[in-house]
Nanobody, 118 residues
Framework: QVQLVESGGGSVQPGESLTLSCQAS????????MAWYRQAPGSQRELVAS???????IYADSVRGRFTISRDPAKNTMYLQMNSVKFEDTGVYYC????????????WGQGTQVTVSV
């Protein structure tokens, strides 16, 4: 059972960039699908972006063109490059991994706070 830990969150100003990391305690190869979710205060957790082991990506309309999701098997790490951040990008960002295997539970990290403010 691999464990996921997010890092890289913090406070940034609108228009700036930030990179989030999701480091796994072991190989990420078994995680066919990995994703970033975020949750603003009082709001439902939503999908930000996802990436398969093969490199296929999906982005939420609100972040497409600004954010880039990637995964590095050599470092057992998934990244979220956030460019041109906006106020509405504020929230707790969670790392997610899914083996897409019968009987395997979805894995979540503890979350990292991103605050966009002037």
């Amino acid at each position: 059972q691999v464990q996921l830990v997010e890092s890289g969150g913090g406070s940034v100003q609108p228009g700036e960039s930030l990179t989030l990391s999701c480091q796994a305690s072991g190989s990420i190869f078994p995680l066919y699908l990995m994703a970033w979710y975020r949750q603003a205060p009082g709001s439902q957790r939503e999908l930000v972006a996802s990436i398969t082991r093969n490199g296929n990506t999906i982005y939420a309309d609100s972040v497409r063109g600004r954010f880039t999701i990637s995964r590095d098997p050599a470092k057992n790490t998934m990244y979220l490059q956030m460019n041109s951040v906006k106020f509405e990008d504020t929230g707790v960002y969670y790392c997610n991994g899914d083996r897409r295997q019968a009987g395997a539970a979805v894995i979540w990290g503890q979350g990292t706070q991103v605050t966009v403010s002037v």
